[in-house]
């Protein structure tokens, strides 16, 4: 069983920042690998970011490309998304996914409102 837990959302105004953290539980962080998602109002939930375990793989949608960047550190169990240049249609709420060998797991998700 993997808990994560997100933290860091909130509201920005066009063009401004943010960075997302999600930490998880458990000693098998390393080798999972993670990942962001959103899901705005009545809209199905989208794939944003995804990280390898070791860090070396990333994927991005293509609407995040060149803005946003997924990172983490396992010395902390941590994976970070950072937003820039945010948008008014980057509002959602941005879960945080975990995928080990036989399982997935997901965050209560954080609300991220882009507004001037």
């Known amino acids: 069983q993997v808990q994560l837990v997100e933290s860091g959302g909130g509201l920005v105004q066009p063009g401004g920042s943010l960075r997302l953290s999600c930490v998880a539980s458990?000693?098998?962080?390393?080798?999972?690998?993670m990942g962001w998602y959103r899901q705005a109002p009545g809209k199905q939930r989208e794939l944003v970011a995804t990280?390898?375990?070791?860090?070396?793989?990333?994927t991005y949608a293509d609407s995040v490309k060149g803005r946003f960047t997924i990172s983490r550190d396992n010395t902390k169990n941590t994976v970070y998304l950072q937003m820039n240049n945010l948008k008014p249609e980057d509002t959602a709420v941005y879960y945080c996914?975990?995928?080990?060998?036989?399982?997935?797991?997901w965050g209560q998700g954080t609300q991220v409102t882009v507004s001037s």
């Open positions: 990280i390898s375990g070791g860090g070396g793989r990333t």
């Open positions: 458990g000693s098998g962080f390393r080798f999972y690998t």
């Open positions: 996914n975990c995928k080990t060998a036989s399982n997935e797991y």
